[in-house]
T-cell receptor, first 113, second 113 residues
C-alpha cells in the first residue's frame, strides 16, 4: 500500500533562518506531488506541485521554493523565513487522474519566532 | 475557473443529531467531487467521493450525492458522534489538470455529548 511521510512534525524557527521540509512517498511510482499551506482556521493554499522529477510549478509567488530531486521525494525550502511563513504545511500525492483523490501526509506545524 | 463554496461554520451539534454540510461548486468541465476530513493536528483524509452525476458516495455513515443540476455535493449523516468532530472539506478535480484539486474553505464540526 502507498504511504506518505512528512517531517518534522513540528518546527520552531527564528525569523531569517533557512527552512527545509521533506516529504517522501512509498508504494507508488511517478506520483504527482503537492505542497499546501494551511493558516490557522483557514482552508488550503496550494503552493507548489510537481508532475515529475525536476519539474516544479509554483502557484503563489512567495518566499518559498520547492524541489523534487527524486521521483518520490518533495522538498519545501526557504533561504530566509518570514513571520508570515508560519502555518501548517501539508504534502500530498495523487496519481494525476481527476477521478482519484489526493493523499495527505500528517503535516508540519511551523512556528516562526 | 473552478471554485467550491462550503457552508460556513463552525457547526455545533448534539450527539445523535442529523448533519448536513452544504457544498456547491463551479467547474469548467465535468468534475469529480470529494469530501475530506481533517482531525486536529493531522492531514486530510478522503471521506468519500463521486465521479459522475447521481453517484452517491458513502463511508462511515456519511453520504453525499453528486447533483449536476444544482451543482451540489452536500454531506449528510443521520446520527453524529463525538468522534465526528473535525474539519470537513469539499473539493473538486477536473480533467487533465495535473490532478490538482480545488478545495472549499472547510467547515468545523463540533459534536457535544
Amino acid at each position: 500500500s502507498q504511504t506518505i511521510h512528512q517531517w518534522p512534525a513540528t518546527l520552531v524557527q527564528p525569523v531569517g533562518s533557512p527552512l527545509s521540509l521533506e516529504c517522501t512517498v512509498e508504494g507508488t511510482s511517478n506520483p504527482n506531488l503537492y505542497w499546501y499551506r494551511q493558516a490557522a482556521g483557514r482552508g488550503l493554499q496550494l503552493l507548489f506541485y510537481s508532475v515529475g522529477i525536476g519539474q516544479i510549478s509554483s502557484e503563489v509567488p512567495q518566499n518559498l521554493s520547492a524541489s523534487r530531486p527524486q521521483d518520490r521525494q518533495f522538498i519545501l525550502s526557504s533561504k530566509k523565513l518570514l513571520l508570515s511563513d508560519s502555518g501548517f504545511y501539508l504534502c500530498a500525492w495523487s496519481s494525476g487522474s481527476s477521478n482519484q483523490p489526493q493523499h495527505f501526509g500528517d503535516g508540519t506545524r511551523l512556528s516562526i519566532l | 475557473g473552478n471554485s467550491v463554496t462550503q457552508m460556513e461554520g463552525p457547526v455545533t451539534l448534539s450527539e445523535e443529531a442529523f448533519l448536513t454540510i452544504n457544498c456547491t461548486y463551479t467547474a469548467t468541465g465535468y468534475p469529480s467531487l470529494f469530501w475530506y476530513v481533517q482531525y486536529p493536528g493531522e492531514g486530510l483524509q478522503l471521506l468519500l467521493k463521486a465521479t459522475k452525476a447521481d453517484d452517491k458516495g458513502s463511508n462511515k455513515g456519511f453520504e453525499a450525492t453528486y447533483r449536476k443540476e444544482t451543482t451540489s455535493f452536500h454531506l449528510e449523516k443521520g446520527s453524529v458522534q463525538v468522534s465526528d468532530s473535525a474539519v470537513y472539506f469539499c473539493a473538486l478535480s477536473v480533467g487533465t489538470n495535473a490532478g490538482k484539486s480545488t478545495f472549499g474553505d472547510g467547515t468545523t464540526l463540533t459534536v457535544k455529548p
